[in-house]
């Protein structure tokens, strides 16, 4: 079976360690969200990428789901004694490594495709990892900041970063829109629209459905790919309750005038692209909201606990694939 999953970074990543589980014989193709990757220190850093990367190849720090485990931070402190930063952002002497391999790679004039597998010869994560553009985009987020105390006047309109929205504010301020800057030139990397065209299932993962999901689409020709496959695509849920599991997904959700539910979420992927939808079992009253758009839905137990559970989640929305595909 060939399975693509449209992947953003921590809950991307666990839900494809489930997936490996749950299907050990398929051929898993993962198109991995790069609008939130950043420049800093002269260097590419791909959050997502390499969330994908070392949580498969088992180089993850686990507790805390991004970054390398065994981490130091000489490198970061020196910056810092240089005032060099900026500071916010967490990056260690281990997964320093990682950006100054990909740059240099990038400088020689290798396409981020190509380097993204040769940074997967080293961690082997049993999928193939491609980044859904060698192009560049970048997610910018507008926010009004608040006034400071000596400012006068209303606060200031900018585009940030979405790092510096996501880490340093930590989307402590409203959303006013997110944009994918550059996507709308950018092209599907290689093997992205090869791989949709030849799948068996295409899955949603409990990503960001804005700024993991959401972006991968708003590349030109993938959202079409899809849609146009004519197999089962199938997601789940990252709202439980009405509040994302983990993460600041409401904040962007409100950015794009949807409301953060199960529901609300499946019909913002609306029934042209998605077929099939798993929601939490608290959220087992939403079934027939979302089937009224058109969408098969389950309620199933969708918390990521453990492996096992994950596993289960996985199952299930292979079962629904095959139901939609039964159907
Ligand atoms: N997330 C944080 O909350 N704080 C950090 O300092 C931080 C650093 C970081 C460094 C490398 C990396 O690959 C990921 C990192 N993340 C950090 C996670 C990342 O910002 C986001 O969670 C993802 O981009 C959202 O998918």
Same mark, same amino acid.
Not at 84 to 88: A, I
Not at 245 to 248: I, L, N, P
Not at 301 to 305: D, Y
């Given at each position: 079976m060939r399975i693509v999953v449209l992947a953003g970074g921590i809950g991307g990543a666990r839900f494809l360690r489930g997936l490996k589980q749950a299907a050990p014989d398929a051929d898993i193709t993962v198109i991995g969200n790069t609008g939130d990757d950043i420049h800093l220190f002269g260097l590419k850093v791909c959050p997502d990428l390499d969330t994908v990367m070392y949580t498969l190849g088992g180089g993850i720090n686990e507790e805390q789901g991004w970054g390398r485990d065994d981490e130091t931070f000489h490198l970061k402190e020196e910056l810092a004694a240089y005032g060099?930063?900026?500071?916010?952002f967490g990056l260690g002497d281990r997964d320093f490594a990682t950006h100054i391999v990909r740059t240099q790679m990038l400088g020689a004039g290798y396409p981020l495709s190509a380097v993204t597998e040769a940074l997967c010869d080293r961690w082997k994560p049993g999928v193939r990892l491609i980044p859904m553009t060698d192009d560049r985009v970048e997610t910018h987020v507008a926010v009004t900041l608040p006034d400071d105390a000596s400012a006068e006047g209303p606060g200031e309109r900018k585009a940030i970063h979405f790092q510096e929205y996501w880490?340093?504010?930590?989307? /402590?301020? *409203?959303?006013e829109a997110v944009v994918p800057v550059g996507a709308e030139l950018a092209k599907p990397a290689p093997g992205v629209l090869e791989a949709i065209a030849e799948a068996d299932v295409v899955l949603f993962p409990? /990503?960001? *459905?804005?700024?993991s999901v959401g972006t991968i689409l708003a590349v030109p020709g993938i959202r079409e790919a899809i849609a146009d496959a004519g197999v089962p695509v199938v997601g789940l849920s990252p709202i439980i309750g009405d509040a994302p599991?983990?993460?600041?997904a409401d904040k962007v959700l409100a950015a794009v005038g949807v409301e953060s539910t199960a529901a609300a979420v499946a019909e913002h992927y609306g029934s042209g692209l998605l077929d099939g939808w798993l929601v939490d079992t608290t959220d087992a009253g939403s079934v027939e909201r979302v089937e009224a758009a058109g969408i098969r839905c389950r309620a199933v137990?969708?918390?990521?606990?453990d492996l096992e559970a994950t596993v289960r989640m996985a199952d299930e929305a292979l079962a629904l694939a095959e139901e939609v595909r039964g159907a």
């Open positions: 060099v930063g900026p500071e916010w880490v340093r504010l930590r989307a /402590s301020v *409203p959303a409990p /990503s960001n *459905p804005v700024v599991v983990r993460g600041m137990p969708l918390l990521m606990t």
